[in-house]
């Protein structure tokens, strides 16, 4: 993309937390001017830190200049920035005052202004520097919470995806110029023979290839935004218990007491590694105790497990041989009671753990009571008072965790492009063109043609670069048309 000239803009890139350093980024054409600003001295060789004094800058010659820090500065020409314009960068010492004394300074220098959210990354994207999912890539580093997220952002910062994407729009680009060639030359008897077959074969290996991706988003999805874990069963068998010792911390409020979550608690976990969003929800009832409150709130529950690609179902084990799906439970729903069953009955999709509390308190007999009466293998048992077998069920839910954030993985060779709805609804625009070429390549190809070039802008939409002239391009150096 071409450089275009703006205004120079400035702002604190180190956070506005209190630090030992904060660093102060400035881009644009008056980048290496506001260093003399500031210094009053020449900006420094490129690249070469240079301890300066910062002031004050001189409004007219008479003014007193007062003594801001003492920083180090730096230069970047464009072609060696972050943005692709000339830089600077101040790291001065990070109390507020210092910070405020700078960046005030900064203000009055003619031609820069604060930077907008995420400017910088939009002036690199602009400039060429990066692309659409290097930018996206970037900001998932910068927000990573855990170490699979890490991974992801750094792949895709480090271009993977744009790879890929290269790869697909160089394939299409080929083969939308075989079909341009066949629709301009067919006639003239100039042109290969074996080409629609040659097409076909090209349409082919995207949609393959294009279809795995799609099949493998569902985890790259759940590592940058988190795999939904929900916490459900009866009241008072220690959801919220479970929910504090996953998270390492005293998320929710316990109490000896049933009911005392009556809505939706989330919370954000690291679990192996991978990002998991846990929801504490409200202990699954009925009677004519059951206010409108704790309704909405079961209400609730049902629509956390609805939406989990995990379950953790726990159950009483002092309360022999009673799962919590063979409980007809009253639940308000259009309008009306209806009878439904627990969540971890009611819901196929995802996965369920059935884990059986307090078997500190139970005998053996309950104990092999609730394994015979267990429909579909393991149950975790454990003590949440206790601790008692918690390792076995932390390893189970990692396990677990990660199964579901890396399924897919292998058919797509262990790249994740699609990471967000926008990556997936480009994904599929381009396979439904593709699957439509395809079926009318026998007998429209200039319809076939034009559904290809679809196609070509979907997948340049992701990486936010189409150029339709590349096909002109690729029709002169691959095809012997005429002499």
Known sequence: MQSVVRKTIFALSSGAARAGVAVIRVSGPEAHASIQHLTDRKPPPPRLASLRKLYEPRIHQQQTRNLLDEALVLRF????SFTGEDAAEFQVHGGNAVVRSVM?????????????????TRRAFWNGRLDLTQAEGLSQLIMADTEEQRKLAVSHV??????????WRSSLTSTVAKLEAYIDFSEDENIEEGVLQEVEQGIDRLVGEISEQLKASVSGERISQGLKTAITGLPDVGKSTLLNLLCDREAAIVSSGPGTTRDVLQINADIGGFPVILYDTAGIRHGDDVGEVEKEGVRRAYAAASGADLRLCVHDGTTPSVWCSDVAINVLGSGSDTKRPCTCATYQGGRTIKVVNKVDVIDSATLASWSATSHDGAIQFVSLQTNYNMDALLERVSSEVRLLCTEGLQSSGGDILVTKERHRSHLASCLEHLELAKNILDHDVVLCAQNMRYALEDIGKITGVVHFEDILDEVFSQFCIGK
């Open 158 to 167: 480090g271009g993977s995806s744009s790879k890929l994407c290269m790869l």
């Open 77 to 80: 020409d464009k072609d060696h």
């Open 104 to 120: 005030h300074a900064l203000e009055k220098v003619d031609g820069l202004r604060h930077a907008e959210p995420g400017e910088f």
